[in-house]
């Protein structure tokens, strides 16, 4: 093994009022992966930005953390911007939070080569180079896009380039294939593990999946409640976890890709109709949407899946109104959508049928609310408001397993798991008929995506709710959906009864989801939902 790179020792990170992290040691070699795994609000997130100096300015530190035998944590702010262009790159949970939403793709990614935004040949070809890497078809439309008119698989892959295009020694990754399909994941685990072993690059990555952990880590360090309960060789802790959280959180990540296990409803009257839908973005070549036709029934669970830009998320923003179809119509409870805009009186009605569950959760909060002041609104819009605003909002919060002291915090004070389950518990708050749910859980990790999936399903059956349940783990989604819309380049290439699409799939989008889904599962028995709530 080759000397230390990173060298944490007695880490804390700390606000006015609580210790976040405690007291966390570990070490990674030189061409090293080491992965750190806990659930969401554990502290393994704060870790990753102690050691690449992004924390917020209300929180402070105690310990060492060297970088290269250089301490690193005491070093003034301009030192850290040199230590991130050459020696640390840094691969952001969320996207849209890092990308410039005023500035063009080929803009940002041109400056990221050399601190300049103009594109010349040599740059252009290199940027074409780091996009061919990370998997972006289209190129050109992207490099022309801005970060908003991306999906969100396409924004974490430019965040990809972006932090590879500095050939860094150590790369540290928060969740770097959340938001992908299953697909995209394999591309873009199999392009990190390339590049580390080329490059002899050292990787830090912070997850919640099993799986990429067995697949790529030499070492794991497992988080719990703000501390390293357990670490050591991956198949050491994964095979024969000795702490008791480790032993829970192996059990939660196992997945049983059951596909006869699906929550039935009787079908009863259409509550969403999408007919021959087309939409193309400003300036784009192609369609985003090409003639998309799909029906939800009361009480259903439709699945959309596809890979990364397939036009998965554009079709959640059309349905919710976010959007207008160039062609084609869409209506919810026969309401038009494009009627929602029409006056706010109609703008109220339509958000009282239909409500949409942002994939990210970050952007979709008012920073400057409360938790308790944001649900506070939600519920005060309802058809029958009820009388105890505050009550209601602390049982949505149980409802959604977040406790009510959380609800005088900002956004900003949560975790990423915690503000999605706030993001689900406002668009609740409405009592809503349909729910469309764009990557609801995939910023949460699997102990955490069973609880909110099981309360999905559990409240499709207490409020006769219709479910768009938009997503990339094809097996979660076989054990709950029962009818699947396939997309692929902006079409609906195939669309049926789950069962049916699993045991006969007939297109290449399908086949391919199916096929990685099963690699993925291959050395797993993942987790299912409660069969009891499937039946």
């Known amino acids: 093994m080759g000397a230390h790179l990173l060298d944490v020792q007695n880490l804390h990170v700390c606000s006015d009022k609580h210790r976040l992290v405690k007291g966390v040691t570990f070490k990674l070699q030189e061409g090293e992966i080491l992965a750190i795994v806990g659930e969401s609000g554990s502290g393994k997130s704060l870790t990753s930005m102690a050691c690449s100096g992004l924390l917020p300015p209300e929180l402070f530190t105690m310990g060492e953390v060297f970088f290269d035998r250089q301490e690193i944590l005491s070093i003034p702010a301009s030192s850290w911007k040199g230590l991130r262009k050459n020696g ?91 938001a992908l399909d299953a697909s995209t994941q394999n ?96 300036g784009a070549a192609s369609l985003a949407m090409n003639r998309v036709s799909l029906e939800l029934m009361r009480g259903d669970c439709l699945g959309v899946v596809g890979e990364s830009g397939s036009g998965k998320s554009t079709l959640a923003k059309l349905i919710v109104g976010s959007l207008l179809p160039d062609s084609g119509h869409i209506s919810v409870l026969g309401m038009p959508v494009q009627q929602r805009w029409s006056s706010d009186a109609e703008n109220l009605r339509f958000a009282r049928q239909c409500q949409y569950v942002f994939q990210d959760a970050t952007s979709s909060l008012n920073p400057m609310l409360s938790i308790g002041q944001t649900l506070s609104e939600a519920v005060r819009l309802r058809r029958d408001a009820p009388t105890d605003v505050s009550l209601e909002v602390r049982r949505l919060m149980a409802e959604v397993e977040l406790s009510s002291e959380l609800l005088r915090r900002k956004p900003a004070d949560l975790s990423g798991g915690q503000r999605q389950r706030v993001v689900i518990a406002r668009a609740l708050a409405l009592n809503p008929d349909v729910l469309v749910c764009d990557e609801p859980v995939s910023a949460l990790d699997a102990h955490l995506q069973k609880q909110a999936v099981s309360l999905l399903i559990t409240l499709q059956r207490k409020r006769a709710l219709s479910l768009v349940f938009i997503g990339h783990d094809l097996a979660m989604m076989s054990q709950f959906c029962v009818q699947l819309a396939v997309m692929d380049a902006g079409q609906l290439v195939e669309s049926g009864r789950t069962d049916q699409l699993l045991a006969d799939p007939h297109s290449d989008a399908l086949k391919t989801l199916i096929h990685h889904t099963w690699q993925a599962q291959d050395k797993e028995d993942v987790s299912g939902l409660d069969p009891a709530l499937c039946a």
């Open 88 to 178: 640390i790159g840094v691969i952001f949970q969320d996207p849209m939070a890092a990308l410039n939403p005023l500035m063009r793709i080929s803009a940002q990614l041109a400056e990221t080569l050399d601190g300049k935004a103009k594109l010349s040949p040599t740059k252009k070809a290199q940027i074409l180079a780091l996009l061919d890497e990370v998997g972006i078809r289209d190129k050109e439309r992207i490099l022309n896009a801005y970060s908003y008119e991306l999906s969100g698989g396409q924004q974490q892959r430019i965040m990809i380039a972006m932090a590879l295009a500095s050939n860094p020694r150590l790369l540290i990754a928060d969740e770097p294939t959340t």
């Open 187 to 282: 591309q873009v685990t199999d392009l990190l593990l390339r590049l580390c072993h080329q490059r002899k690059m050292a990787l830090l990555i912070v997850t919640h999946d099993l799986f990429i952990v067995e697949k790529m880590a030499n070492h794991v360090v497992v988080f719990h409640d703000g501390q390293c309960v357990e670490q050591g060789g991956v198949h050491q802790v994964l095979n024969a976890p000795q702490h008791p959280y480790t032993q829970t959180l192996v059990a939660a990540n196992k997945k049983q890709l059951e596909t006869g296990v699906m929550c039935h409803t009787q079908e009863r009257a259409s509550v969403l109709k999408v007919d021959q839908v087309s939409y193309r973005y400003s």
